[in-house]
């Protein structure tokens, strides 16, 4: 039996524990993480031998959110957890980039991270644990690990920051930054902010990176308890008599190559030279060797030109944004349209309108029930002019789709005052750089074109590094695809004039300082209002009317003690409402009903019958009625949905009536009065009032009363008697 171990400090005024020994012990690893009562179990296994024919590090990790952990039974026919949540997603991903860094890049073997949550309080968020447990039981496991890293959230609440608030607090905040750090340096940020200025986040990294000092500590003692001896380091060394060989060969022809200010063409020149160092050099090394040769040269020029020369691929300056278009309304039938193109990146946004009914329901383990703003990233194959098989969204496609989700919530009209449900599709159709941010600049203009009144524009971008031997480096404002590939950092930033609404920085150094950080914020913010300026000229404001396809909803609200009126008896009047008008209603337990509809005339029915039933009647009202039934001594009278009203045979006419069907039928639209109304509820009415009131009436005002009550008749249409009624004497009999 292994012996168990747990070490605990206190984080945020909460208390955090790691323990190992005690769960899961054929592991080569196992800890659990707990803070509150937030319980995860993270387990480590790692391959034998390292897997042939790969030249990455093999690091999976997978996030396992059992329901069971918040007290639920997971929806569905077999009632059994399936595929991963967008959350769980993106807790992978958010585990995974902070370690990956730290790990030593010639390491073949696998690597498995499992992620269980066993149990959560839904105050503490579980991602981070995720972060503190796989850094842990990677500290104590056998592998070469530069950790302990550790991570924690800030918010930012009544302008004061907040160590880890919980799930209910941050729903007040105007920031949530994770911070992942060592003991050195910054290796992680994600962020989503209201319009946040810089200095605040800069301080909120620094609070982040001091708090996580303790966790970190409390990971070097469960090493010290527990660790296994690490095995050595892989040491990856590009074989230099094959530099030597290539070196004559490429000599100007790969600084040329790299010069194509088009993608395709220089991609194309140095699959050429790949190709024929390769034929040239074959039987004196292998191609392996051959490729790593190349790509170190290739790599060192790009980097050397940077900080030597401070010259990019592109030819543009360090601070340069590459050019910018846009343009509105490409598809004639969608809601609203956007295409934004940035160089050789190109997104194409489209916006859909739909009621509350078509909103996101979530079964995951946080807070949230539903969610109204959809925003869905697509990566196709042609897009990078490769041939893939097309699927299901990876774990890419949806971290890049929520960055972009985070970064324009912000700007958003609030649910009351906008009650639609908004889905967002950006489709990547070209791409060479930071196609998660052209889905930002894309979407926000999208949303404008759409007529969604959303604060103010949003517009993203990402910011590259490269760092020298000698301790210098440089900051790229807006990297291609290549800078990123051949350079040290990936800082996604969105924002708006007035501040930052998202951030994700991942990082291919063992960390980052926070000067460098800062640098990068203040130098992403001068190309965020150049970038808003230029949007700006296609579109300044969201348009003053919604698209003419887009449903129309409207909100009103009637007493809530009268929603079974709407409703009825197993929803027959609702549906019946329903079939009618074609509108969608929807019906909160406030009293609130929203009527969704692309016809205007339908919803304004729907809206109308809906009055009607939760209307009172008034003693001394008149209301146009249909004829029910007929009796021996009255007729009923359905003045609203579902309420009738009896009109005694004394009360049809101002003359004596003999018998009811002289006078009306079944179907025949009336005008009638209430009279009264008894103790049991039962509504007196009569005709004959009303005829009274029309005979004092002038002529004219006779016919817009007539005209008010039957709208939707024309004038030959108007149920009978209506001119004979202001006669004392009694009709003649049908011939």
Not at 113 to 140: F, H, K, Q, W
Not at 237 to 244: G, I, K, T
Not at 300 to 306: F, G, L
Request: aromatic share 4%; with cysteine; proline share 5%.
């Amino acid at each position: 039996m292994i012996e168990s171990h747990g070490f605990e400090c206190q984080v945020g005024g909460r208390t955090l524990t790691i323990e190992s020994g005690k769960l899961a012990e054929q592991a080569s690893g196992a800890v659990t993480v707990r803070y509150g009562d937030t319980v995860v179990l993270v387990t480590a296994c790692i391959s034998d031998q390292p897997r042939e024919g790969v030249d990455f590090l093999p690091l999976t990790v997978d996030y396992e959110e059992r329901l069971y952990a918040a007290g639920k039974i997971p929806g569905g026919f077999i009632r059994r957890e399936g595929r991963p949540s967008e959350e769980a997603t993106l807790a992978c991903r958010l585990t995974d980039r902070p370690l990956r860094p730290l790990l030593p890049k010639g390491w073949r073997n696998d690597i498995q991270l499992i992620v269980t949550v066993l149990s959560a309080d839904r105050e503490n968020e579980p991602d981070i644990l995720a972060v503190i447990g796989g850094s842990a039981v990677l500290s104590i496991s056998e592998v070469p690990f530069d950790g302990p890293v550790s991570a924690v959230h800030i918010g930012y609440i009544n302008d004061e920051l907040i160590l880890n608030p919980t799930l209910a607090q941050l729903e007040d905040s105007r920031l949530d930054l994770v911070v992942a750090s060592t003991k050195e340096a910054i290796v992680m940020i994600e962020a989503r902010a209201c319009e946040v200025p810089e200095d605040i986040v800069i301080q909120a990294i620094r609070l982040g990176h001091e708090a996580n000092q303790g966790i970190i500590k409390l990971q070097q003692q469960l090493q010290q308890a527990c660790g296994k001896p690490k095995v050595e380091a892989p040491i990856t060394e590009v074989n230099p008599e094959a530099v030597s060989a290539i070196s004559p060969i490429i000599n100007g022809r790969l600084a040329q190559a790299l010069s194509q200010s088009e993608k395709l063409q220089r991609e194309q020149a140095l699959s050429n030279l790949k190709k024929e160092l390769v034929e040239r050099l074959e039987e004196s090394f292998s191609e392996e060797d051959i490729l790593s040769a190349f790509e170190a040269k290739a790599r060192a020029e790009i980097r050397t030109n940077i900080l030597d020369k401070a010259q990019r691929v592109s030819g543009r300056s360090l601070t340069e944004v590459r050019p910018i278009s846009c343009e509105l309304g490409l598809l004639p039938r969608t809601h609203g349209s956007a295409l934004f193109t940035r160089g050789q990146t190109q997104v194409l946004t489209i916006a859909t309108l739909g009621s509350t009914r078509k909103e996101q329901r979530l079964d995951g383990l946080g807070i949230e029930e539903t969610k109204r703003f959809i925003h869905h990233y697509n990566f196709p194959p042609f897009s990078s002019g490769e041939v893939k098989r097309i699927g299901s969204p990876g774990r890419r496609e949806i971290g890049h789709g929520a960055l972009a989700e985070r970064a324009l919530i912000p700007v958003l009209p609030k649910d009351e005052d906008f009650p639609y449900t908004i889905r967002l599709v950006s489709e990547v159709l070209s791409s060479s750089g930071s196609t998660s941010m052209a889905s930002v600049c894309a979407s926000s203009l999208s949303l404008m074109d759409a007529g969604i009144p959303i604060k103010r524009a949003v517009a993203g971008l990402a910011m590259g590094l490269v760092t020298g031997e000698k301790g210098n480096h440089v900051i790229l404002t807006d990297i291609e695809g290549i800078e990123d590939a051949y350079g040290d950092m990936d800082f996604k930033i969105a924002g708006t004039t007035e501040g930052i609404t998202a951030l994700q920085l991942d990082i291919k150094l063992k960390g980052i300082e926070l000067e460098i950080l800062e640098k990068a914020l203040n130098q992403a913010r001068e190309a965020r209002l150049s970038i808003l300026g230029v949007m700006q000229q296609t579109i300044a404001t969201s348009r003053p009317e919604l698209s003419p396809y887009a449903p129309r909803v409207y909100k009103i609200t009637v007493d809530p003690d009268k929603i079974g009126n709407i409703i009825g008896t197993g929803g027959k009047t609702i549906r019946a409402i329903t079939d009618e008008t074609k509108a969608t209603i929807d019906i909160e337990n406030d009293g609130t009903v929203l009527i969704s509809s692309p016809d205007e005339e339908a919803a304004h029915k729907a809206i109308k019958t809906i009055e009607n039933l939760t209307k009172d009647v008034e003693i001394g009202g008149i209301y146009t009625g249909k004829v029910t039934r007929l009796l021996n001594f009255g007729v009923m009278v359905e003045i609203f949905p579902g309420k009738e009203g009896l009109v005694h045979i004394s009360e049809l006419a101002e003359y004596r009536v003999s018998k009811v069907e002289d006078i009306v039928k079944v179907g025949d639209e009336i005008m009638v009065k209430v009279i009264g109304i008894d103790e049991l509820g039962r509504i007196n009415l009569s005709r004959r009032a009303v005829f009274e009131k029309l005979s004092r009436m002038p002529r004219a005002r006779v016919k817009d009363t007539l005209a008010t009550n039957y709208p939707h008749k024309k004038r030959r249409e108007i149920p009978h008697n209506r001119g004979r009624s202001l006669s004392r004497h009694p009709p003649s009999k049908r011939g």
